[in-house]
């Protein structure tokens, strides 16, 4: 009864013990499950900003266009003045002839107007009337001709204006088309990480949910991790578009490698000021990643395995496979340092749980009373016997 008693009793707190760390997992994984919930909602914020700022733009280019259109037909109603600017120079070239003709006859005239003397009066009369006539009509003409010259000019002014801003509005219009097209192609890429995370949350959910915990860092959970990170597809290929800024009339380029990195890269374990202080030394420190070391893998762990292509790396680089040095706590922990999977690179203190509580061992007689050896029992396994929903 006694052996039995305490088989259960050690049956007991193997289960109590496994069920402890079964709830440390579970609510890891329910703040990660959070973490990435809040980093969904700031896309979601992120791609509606980004959607006011495609219909902004969208009604800013319409507006261009109306202009645009404007300033073709000023410019058409510009050509039809220019052709009539020409008619008028014909005209002014023939009433200069006429000038010359008038000029060189004068003395002609002179010559008729003393060979008649003061015989003909009317004739002399009639002739000074149809000069004077000439006179006024040429003094008309010319002060026209003034007045033409001076519209010509007025126009050709404001024509050579009208161009300068048509090519501007002409290379404004194209730098906006550009800047459509890289908005388009970001706003897919948001898409994509989107469809990545809401992914990424349901593996959490299947493996918050499967019986044995310690199963999360399969090798088969870690392949589709890998698989489905966004790093794989998306490696900072964020174009960067020009944009406008409004308080200057200048252009400015907005790096979006940056706001990514401000908008994607989650807290998931904080810290405490001695691990920061330690995580800043490290990060001081260790410039380039020469070492390799797989917590799973069974080798020496003096021995470290050097890494000369950095490419290598880079599929494992994933999963904070890479321990530093243990950190300060209540439970075991070690410090990582790589990217999380949402495309960042972070360093953080991750716990290994509480410790399993040791059973104490007790000296059990092997010789009976009789002299015999006793079989000492196998002690049973918790193996395909409890399951934890």
Avoid at 288 to 312: F, H, M, W
């Amino acid at each position: 009864m006694k052996f039995e008693l305490f088989q259960v009793m050690h049956l007991i707190q193997n289960l109590q013990a496994e069920k402890r760390t079964a709830e440390l997992k579970l609510k890891e994984l329910e703040s990660d499950n959070e973490s990435l919930n809040r980093k969904l909602k700031s896309v979601k914020k992120e791609k509606d900003v980004a959607e006011t700022k495609f219909i902004q733009e969208q009604s800013n280019i319409s507006s261009l266009k109306k202009q645009l259109q404007f300033f073709q037909v000023q410019q058409k109603a510009i050509e039809k003045e220019r052709e009539t600017c020409s008619k008028i120079k014909q005209k002014f070239s023939q009433y200069q002839n006429i000038e010359r003709l008038l000029t060189a006859c004068e003395v002609d005239i002179k010559e008729t107007i003393q060979q008649y003397g003061e015989a003909s009066k009317e004739s002399v009369q009639n002739l000074a009337t149809y000069c004077s006539m000439l006179k006024r009509e040429y003094d008309k003409i010319k002060s026209e001709k003034k007045a033409v010259k001076s519209e010509f000019e007025r126009f050709k002014r404001e024509n050579m204006s009208k161009d300068h801003i048509l090519r501007e509005k002409e290379k404004e219009i194209s730098v906006l088309k550009e800047q459509l097209t890289h908005s388009e192609e970001d706003l897919k890429k948001v898409e994509k990480e989107k469809h990545l995370l809401k992914r990424k949350i349901l593996n959490y959910r299947k493996a918050v949910q499967s019986p044995n915990g310690e199963n999360v860092a399969s090798v088969s959970f870690v392949d589709k991790m890998m698989s489905e990170s966004p790093l794989n597809d998306i490696k900072n290929n964020a174009n960067t578009p020009v944009l406008f800024d409004e308080s200057m009339d200048k252009m400015k380029e907005v790096d979006l490698e940056e706001y990514s990195k401000k908008s994607v890269s989650p807290e998931i374990l904080k810290s405490s000021s001695t691990q920061s202080s330690q995580n800043k030394r490290l990060q001081n420190s260790e410039t380039e990643v020469k070492y390799l070391k797989i917590g799973t893998a069974s080798q020496n762990p003096n021995k470290r395995q050097k890494c000369e292509d950095r490419t290598q790396i880079q599929g494992l680089s994933h999963f904070n496979i890479f321990k530093k040095k243990s950190g300060v706590g209540d439970y075991s922990s070690c410090i990582r340092k790589g990217f999380n999977g949402l495309g960042c690179v972070e360093t953080f203190t991750e716990s290994s749980g509480r410790p399993k509580l040791s059973v104490p061992k007790r000296s059990i007689s092997r010789v009976s009373k009789n002299g015999k050896m006793l079989k000492v029992p196998a002690l049973p396994t918790l193996d395909n016997f409890v399951t934890l929903d």
